[in-house]
């Protein structure tokens, strides 16, 4: 398996800084409180110059210029925003895929939106920051993880960033096992928000399942919040069933118990649930982060799957998109958008 992911590369237009040297196993580290504000806007968000419009399904306010050219799109009771920025691709062209190139960033706001929050008095200037930044966003984050990316480490030398496996190898040479979270992957003990603490284990160092995957990039690295079970509560849980079922964010398209049909509701960031073991349980056992439309038009994703060893957008072990009638469109089932 290790075989097939040397050859993988990573094509995205990001650079990525590599850092100290060093390993750091069972330091214990508290939940982060969110990221530092983003690089200044290129571009002023004077109240004159904007305007807002609602919208439905699903509810959320549109921003837009004097000139109609939409800015930014605000869902109620979510914290992502997409905002129009510099245009940028991402791709694994050795797999077959198509790139996804885009000028959508994804970037939470810090607190979820609702109606009339643009005018209370955190809005605009999260707004004036974040309209043209090139930042990582979430998206960038993700791209972080593929394979071949260099590592990147913190001041204290924890590896945050780089080439990031599945899971140990299995037994007997078998498949790679799930069980491995954010802390994992770091290797650093974690205090959640509820005091709960989890050590990492040291043969899953810089390995992330499925879940692990989203909550390293939205919760360790932009600042969602996290917790440290399946139990409903203010964050985001560790499994992918309770992400679906009773995780944060706003439902865009629900569970039905087969492949949604209105895939052009997904935006860029949006949560994608999927039940791959269709023949067990009938419940959701996958999740991946919404990219866009590929070059090709197809609704492109990103997940940490056990066949590609990590995380991909390539088509290794099965395509990443959502509606070509392979294993994982069959198995797509319901998406949230946090």
Known sequence: MRTLRARRVLMGVLAVVVGVTGVVVGELREAPTAPGAAAPSRVAASAADLRFLRREAP?????????????????????????DGPQRTFAEPQFGGAPVTTHVWVRLMPQEWRAGAENESWFRPWLQQNLDSTAPDVLALAAEYLDRVPEQRDEEGVRVGGD?????????????????????YLGISWRFADRQARRPDPERYGAVDCSGFVRLVYGYRAGYPLLATE??????????????????????????????????????????????????????????????????????FVSSRRRADGPTLGDLGGTSVLDDGGHYASSFRAAKRL
Not at 61 to 74: H, I, P, R
Not at 175 to 180: F, T, V
Not at 250 to 260: H, Q, S, T
Request: proline share 11%; charged share 20%.
């Open 59 to 83: 509810a959320g306010t549109t921003v837009v210029d004097t000139s109609g050219t939409v800015l930014a799109t605000l869902t109620d009771g979510a914290r992502t925003a997409t905002i």
């Open 164 to 184: 990031a496996r599945f899971g140990p190898p299995g037994p007997n040479g078998g498949p790679s096992p799930e069980n491995s979270d954010f802390y994992d």
């Open 231 to 300: 139990r409903p509560g203010p964050g985001l849980p560790r499994r992918a069933r309770a992400m679906a079922e009773t995780g944060p964010g706003a439902v865009v398209l629900p569970d039905n118990g087969a492949p949604p049909s209105n895939v052009g509701a997904l935006q860029a960031g949006d949560l994608l649930f999927f039940d791959l073991d269709q023949e067990q349980d009938r419940r959701i056992d996958h999740v991946a982060i919404y990219l866009g439309r590929d070059d090709r038009g197809q609704p492109r």
